[in-house]
């Protein structure tokens, strides 16, 4: 799992602990402090931290109001930190994608003599695993970014894109690549390549 993904859900337990260690206390402070029933502290404790603005249960004596703006301003501290804790998470959701992008485009530009495999359905996903077992670098070049999720999951180095455009071959480093495993719809531009680079190999 990425640190930052991690260091998020991290933070988002702890406020959700947070919350449920006040929900406690709430319960029971109104039970022992104001002497009401479970179901009442309970009550007292939802609308007091999520200041619905219904009126108690029985009036509250003075320790009781102390205990209640107590619990009125650690909510709302709380709260509010879990609330700043996903919207940052979403902001930066992008963020991090991007990051592993970045990150695995310059683990590809690293590579040299590698495969390129061109689709990732049955052939490629086959090919992929053989070089796997081998410890042969490859990059996988995919134009359906449906399949995303599966090349992540297979942890495949990959590039989203038509394998027909030299700008999506590049960055798979076709130019450094020692073989090319192809499929009918690169053909064209395939041939190309190797008709350039003497060294491509095409499987």
Not at 13 to 26: H, K, P, R, S, W
Not at 38 to 45: E, K, P, R
Not at 79 to 91: D, H, K, P, R
């Amino acid at each position: 799992m990425n640190p930052i993904v991690r260091l998020f859900r991290s933070r988002i337990y702890t406020a959700l602990i947070l919350l449920a260690f006040i929900v406690v206390i709430g319960v029971f402070g109104y039970r022992f402090i104001s002497n009401y029933s479970w179901v009442d502290a309970l009550y007292m404790t939802v609308i007091t931290m999520t200041t619905v603005g219904f009126g108690e249960v029985v009036p509250l004596d003075d320790q009781s109001k102390i205990f209640t703006i107590f619990l009125i301003l650690a909510s709302i501290i709380i709260v509010g930190y879990a609330l700043s804790i996903i919207t940052e998470y979403i902001l930066s959701k992008n963020d991090i994608e991007e990051l592993k992008h970045k990150k695995m485009q310059k683990k590809i530009d690293g590579f040299k003599d590698h495969v390129v495999i061109c689709g990732y359905g049955r052939n490629g996903k086959q090919a992929a695993r053989k070089l796997q077992a081998h410890n042969k670098s490859f990059v996988v070049i995919e134009k359906n970014k449906d399949v995303e999720e599966r090349l992540k999951h297979d942890e495949v180095p990959y590039v989203i894109g038509n394998a027909n455009e030299d700008e999506i071959l590049l960055q798979a480093g076709v130019d450094r690549a020692s073989s090319l495993y192809r499929h009918f719809q690169a053909m064209q531009t395939i041939y190309s390549w190797c008709s350039l680079q003497d060294s491509l190999t095409l499987l």
